[in-house]
C-alpha cells in the first residue's frame, strides 16, 4: 500500500490550495489518514486527521481555514486549504494506518508568500 501526495505550489497569503493523496495497492478504505507537516527547523506535526466513521480532528492552529475529507471509492483523502498564511509554508505529508501498519507518502511543499 502507497501514499501519493499531490496539489502543493506557490501561493500569495488569504490564498487556497487544495491537497490530494491518493490510496494505492488496496481496494479497502483505511482506518485512519491525516495531514501532517513540516516546516524548516520545526518538527512534523498533524494538521488533519479523519478515520473512517468520518470523525475529523484539526490542529488549533488550522481550525476554520482547512477541511479534510475523503473520497472512500476514489480512495482519496483532500485537504482544502483556505485563508492561507505564512505560518503554513511546509512540506504536507499524509499519513494512513493500514492493517495496524503506518504508512507515509511522500511530502508536497506548499510555499505561502507574496
Known amino acids: 500500500v502507497q501514499l501519493q501526495a499531490s496539489g502543493g505550489g506557490l501561493v500569495q497569503p488569504g490564498g487556497s490550495l487544495r491537497l490530494s493523496c491518493t490510496v494505492s495497492?488496496?481496494?479497502?478504505?483505511?482506518?485512519?489518514m491525516g495531514w501532517y507537516r513540516q516546516a524548516p527547523g520545526k518538527e512534523r506535526e498533524m494538521v488533519a486527521s479523519?478515520?473512517?466513521?468520518?470523525?475529523?480532528n484539526y490542529a488549533d492552529s488550522v481550525k476554520g481555514r482547512f477541511t479534510i475529507s475523503r473520497d472512500n471509492a476514489k480512495n482519496t483523502l483532500f485537504l482544502d486549504m483556505n485563508n492561507l498564511k505564512a505560518a503554513d509554508t511546509a512540506v504536507y505529508f499524509c499519513?494512513?494506518?493500514?492493517?495496524?501498519?503506518?504508512?507515509w507518502g511522500q511530502g508536497t511543499l506548499v510555499t505561502v508568500s507574496s
Open positions: 495497492g488496496t481496494t479497502f478504505s483505511l482506518s485512519f
Open positions: 499519513r494512513g494506518i493500514y492493517g495496524g501498519a503506518v504508512i
Open positions: 479523519v478515520i473512517s466513521s468520518g470523525r475529523s
